[in-house]
């Protein structure tokens, strides 16, 4: 079969492997989309995987093609998404069912091989079936829509609060569509790129900011004199922590969902002020398939959570190497783009 193989920080290439077996309790899925994560651009160009060669990839959706031993035969056929995360199902956080802080998990794309080829083998417990209405691509999507998800549950989100996020990648406008879905009442987004605002704009998720081109700070002070309730950085920088910390409202909350890529610096003036208006600092990981996945699909199939307006780029995976080298120099706006088979 066709894969992407990371072979180290910065080395890729498309390769020719063997179709991989599922083993016991494993099936074989026959890969139909998968998105290019955020996190997949430091870790094929910078960092690397957990071990090389491995094939990168954890947002997808697809169908199982045959099955490992001790697995129902019924399955085979099944169209379905996959959640990336394998728990050991036996530490202090499992037996709780915080899956997403598992000590000793396993997860498809970075520890194991993932969907940046035809087939994958995955546990059969890590499918969740999708309906005939959601297409595989939008399914593929399904991954980073919980992370959206679970941060907001992490956050407490309340009906009626006011929500400031900065960044309009995928994440960004998931979070606005969620947030809205739970009862926000303001949702404002900030990001430097205009092209991005533009779709949360059009689709009525959210008011936009640019902050190129006006002072974010007093911007937000007009309009909420008190700060906001929740500020959502997705950005994973010292200067977007610094501004949350400013313009979240005494007693608020800061939900940080962001990767950071480098150290992050906290002023300490901002320092001062999360111990003066007593902020809470949230951090978030993952979603928890159980919890979560069902309510995503059910917003999907029936409209609330509009997915086609963040596919800006579908590919084939001959174009896969290309395109990640691109997005890394920063070469194209993009929002999610898919890998379609
Ligand atoms: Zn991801
Ligand atoms: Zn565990």
Redesign the pocket.
Known sequence: MKAFVLEGPGVFKLKNVPVPIPKPSEILLRVKAAGICGSDIPRIMITGAYHHPLIPGHEFAGEVVSIGEGVREEIVGMRAAIYPLI?????????EGL?N?????DYMGSRRDGAFAEYVCVPASNLVRIPENIPFEHAALIEPIAVAFHGLRNAGLKNGENVVIFGAGPIGLFLCQIAKLLGANSILIIDIINQKLEVARKYGWAETINASEVDVIKEIHLKFPHGADLVIDTSGSSNALHQAVAITRKHGRILLIGNPHDSIKILQKSFETILRHELQLIGTWNSIMLNEWGQIIQWMASGEINVEPIITHRISLDELPRIIQLMHERKIVHEKVLVVM
């Open positions: 728990p050991c199902n036996s530490c202090r956080w499992c037996k899956y802080l598992c000590d000793n998990y």
